[in-house]
């Protein structure tokens, strides 16, 4: 029962959301981020991305330009190449976003040497990768390479490497995920032995009745039409969902919609957390607050949704991303962009190198802010999240349309001029676009109604515009543009309170503000963690201005609401952009760390230790290291 009314909302979905022609993204390296976003990339370059030898091995070695030697007996072969694949697709995307030549010419080299160096097959990438799953990374950043200087030998290359792949490598594991590249591929020859070898593959089982390695928890469609709650890993899950949604730009066949569409509700329904991203420490856990996500999955996820929104040109994706971004992605690092989490919660009142209160890994390092991690993948992956973002800003339609899909500051130079977005967004709510137009050319202009939106106001040469501005839609104006012509926009952003019901009976509560989560900033005591972990295998930051660092809390946190949130004052914390803060009534309660090392779960009945309310500030969830952001209900 459950699985039939659920394909009948997908259904409906997918006949009333999808756009005739997908589009397309709108070249990185024409899109110019300022502002706010512009300052966080700038720290990105400045930390991590322009530092590799402050995450140690394997990135203070020559990546993807040559072999990577190996380190000790740790992991496998194709690590090493998994994690400086995410790395080097971030840096080159970074490179592009800020106009860095260095930047660029470090992450194209590898692209360089992996094209000049293919093997007699054709195949690409090191014969000591025993797993085609780097090479699916690896690929975004030839992508990445090519759109922003096109070369023909470049998809010419990954035909020949794609046609070396047969179904039953595709079928073991990740492998599967080469799909994305291969139908990348196939948009630009139109080479149909490529779509007909994903087709294959994809649908394996049906064709063949079993796959080659059989896993269980793969994304595969029997998985998703199944009434059984995903159980899967969560980069895999992430990667895997965009599957479907590929196959069906290039067939156009509304099976394949109807699969990505109802893995991504389902999955929303099933894991998702207040912040936009799904539970996955390491495996989809549910709902309950308590559970983290790792840090890759906040990073693939948002690369996933990008495409469900590029392919549907439904705004609902739009809004998941951003939501992702603010809030899971900016709160799992530093914002001078030293250090990141590996894994990071809604509610995290500690950070250090025993605070892990995950099953996965329990009390280890896996939940302090490090620049050097364990295992290395999500200190590599970080990269590529905001360029990710700004890459999806600007998109580009049928006949020259124009789409604002992202909001951000920044300039757009399409073929006819440059829109010039003027915007504190998300941390206001009004967006300016300018024109710069060297001649009059006709376009159609699209923008976005977000779906948490009510009462937008659209403003065009400074009339007011009597349009539908229906919550979750784009917005489309197709006129003669003029050089000076502006298009004024305010998106309001009422305070929105939600309650969560955990498997407990506990009950909680937190605060949104348009895409932005808010949260109760900690105190915090910040102490540089030198210890030694057996763990680590010796690896350690090779720069010391790079630190791992134990954060404990240096205040109250115990704290249930005890009343209706206001907006506060204007305030400045870590980004160099004013935002408005919320305030809230609040009584403390009998809640206290577990065995004074993890985080504890939402209390089932709470019992209050104070009479009076105080009051606290609360501001966005990206701008904290240690939060308190779902407040146990009182009854």
């Not at 690092?333 to 989490?341: G, R, V, W």
């Not at 009076?612 to 939060?627: C, H, M, N, S």
């Amino acid at each position: 029962m459950r699985k039939s009314w659920l394909l009948c909302l997908v259904g409906l979905l997918a006949v009333s959301a999808v756009h005739a022609q997908p589009w397309n993204e709108g070249e990185l390296s024409r899109i110019h981020p300022a502002g706010w976003l512009r300052s966080m990339l700038e720290r990105q370059r400045d930390g991590l991305t322009g530092h590799p030898e402050a995450m140690s091995y394997p990135y203070n070695t020559c990546l993807w330009a040559g072999e990577i030697p190996r380190q000790g007996e740790h992991g496998k072969d194709w690590w090493r190449y998994e994690q400086t694949a995410y790395y080097t697709d971030g840096l080159l995307r970074l490179g592009y976003a800020l106009g860095d030549a260095a930047l660029i010419e470090k992450g194209t080299s590898g692209v360089r040497y992996t094209l000049a160096h293919p093997r007699p097959s054709g195949r690409l990438g090191n014969e000591k990768i025993e797993s085609q799953w780097p090479m699916a990374v690896f690929f975004r950043a030839i992508q990445a390479a090519y759109e922003a200087s096109p070369d023909p030998s470049v998809p010419e290359a990954l035909t020949r490497h794609y046609l070396t792949l047969t179904p039953e490598e595709l079928t073991d594991w990740r492998n599967i995920v080469n799909l994305e590249g291969m139908l990348w591929t196939y948009r630009l020859t139109g080479d149909r032995r490529l779509l007909e070898k994903a087709d294959s593959a994809y649908r394996y089982k049906a064709i063949h009745g079993e796959y080659k390695v059989k896993r269980p928890f793969d994304l595969r469609p029997e998985v998703i039409w199944d009434d059984a709650r995903f159980h899967m890993h969560g980069v895999t899950c992430a990667e895997m969902l965009k599957l479907p949604l590929l196959l069906f730009e290039a067939t156009r066949d509304h099976y394949f919609l109807d699969l990505a569409l109802t893995a991504a509700e389902r999955l929303e329904a099933e894991d998702m957390l207040p912040d936009g991203v799904y539970s996955s420490a390491e495996w989809l856990k549910g709902r309950d607050i308590l559970h983290s996500h790792e840090t890759c999955d906040i990073v693939d996820y948002t690369w996933t949704l990008g495409h469900f929104l590029r392919v549907t040109g439904d705004a609902r994706w739009a809004d998941r991303l951003e939501q992702a971004v603010f809030n899971a992605g900016l709160g799992a690092i530093t914002k001078d962009f030293k250090a990141i989490q590996y894994f990071s919660s809604v509610n995290q009142f500690i950070a250090t190198g025993t605070s892990n209160h995950n099953e996965f890994f329990h009390g280890k390092t896996w939940m302090a802010y490090r620049p050097v991690h364990e295992t290395e993948c999500c200190i590599g992956n970080i990269h590529r999240l905001l360029p990710d973002y700004v890459a999806r800003m600007w998109l580009k339609g049928k006949d020259g349309e124009v789409v604002a899909a992202l909001y951000g500051p920044g300039d757009y130079a399409f073929d006819a001029g440059v829109i010039h977005e003027e915007t504190a967004y998300p941390f206001g709510e009004e967006i300016t676009f300018r024109f710069e137009m060297p001649k009059r050319a006709k376009r159609a202009f699209r923008f976005r109604i977000p779906g948490w939106c009510r009462g937008a106001e659209i403003l065009v040469n400074g009339e007011k515009q009597v349009l539908d501005a229906t919550p979750g839609t784009f917005v489309t104006l197709d006129r003669i543009w003029r050089d000076g012509d502006v298009v004024a926009l305010r998106l309001p952003m009422p305070l929105t309170v939600k309650t969560v019901q955990e498997s407990s009976g506990a009950r909680g509560t937190y605060v949104e503000a348009g895409p932005l989560l808010y949260s109760f900033p900690i105190r915090e005591r910040w102490e540089e963690d030198r210890t030694d972990y057996p763990s680590m295998r010796g690896k350690h930051s090779e720069n010391p201005s790079f630190r791992s660092w134990n954060i404990t809390p240096n205040g109250p946190w115990n704290f249930a609401l005890a009343g209706t949130p206001a907006y506060g004052t204007l305030a400045d914390r870590g980004l160099d952009q004013p935002f408005r803060t919320v305030t809230v009534p609040a009584r403390r309660i009998e809640w206290a760390l577990e065995e004074g090392r993890y985080t504890p779960d939402l209390p089932v009945s709470p019992k209050p230790v104070t009479e009076k309310p105080e009051t606290l500030t609360l501001i966005p969830y990206g701008l904290t290291q240690l939060r308190l952001t779902v407040f146990p209900e009182l009854r």
